[in-house]
């Protein structure tokens, strides 16, 4: 594929991803601040006084607590989802979105029921696209998601990890 080609799909992609990364971070903060604005409520309701919530709240965002703790873990998880997003889209620009792409699970316990039945079905970037691809949020398991796309005519062992 010439590079001309491989950079326009490559800024697609990146278009799409900066605005689905503004989507999440948004989403997260709307969440963080209706979580705030219920516990205030609740605990001025229950009686406490406006210096006690703000002791409480300012506890809770230096000690990464049951409110700030919530928003810096799906913060944590969206900037990890949006980086291996962003590498596979390195590979999509390169092999080409037109090109046949196997899923590929890790094969372990921790294979979401989502991703499972997808192993080994092989379908073309834009096909999974519309389905949802890794690490897209269309799954339960969502930025966490440690499924692949390859090359469906790449040959790949099986690797199970065992215990000790």
Not at 68 to 78: N, Y
Not at 82 to 99: H, L, P, T, Y
Request: proline fraction near 2%; glycine fraction near 6%; include cysteine.
């Amino acid at each position: 594929m010439a590079d001309k080609d491989q950079d326009k799909i490559r800024d697609i992609l990146f278009e799409k991803e900066e605005q689905a990364l503004v989507i999440r971070l948004a989403t997260s903060a709307n969440i963080t601040s209706l979580r705030l604005d219920e516990y205030i409520q609740i605990r001025l309701l229950n009686g406490a006084t406006r210096e006690d919530v703000k002791a409480e709240l300012t506890k809770d965002l230096m000690e990464g607590g049951r409110i700030f703790g919530e928003f810096r873990r799906s913060i944590k998880a969206t900037a990890h989802g949006n980086i291996r997003r962003i590498s596979d889209m390195g590979q999509w620009a390169f092999e080409g979105v037109q090109k046949f792409m196997r899923w590929v699970t890790v094969e372990d316990k921790d294979v979401c029921e989502d991703c499972q039945p997808r192993h080994n079905q092989s379908k073309t970037h834009g096909a999974w696209e519309v389905l949802g691809l890794p690490r897209s949020g269309w799954s339960i398991c969502k930025d966490n998601c440690r499924c692949v796309l390859v090359d469906s005519e790449l040959e790949l062992p099986v690797i199970k990890r065992e215990r000790k």
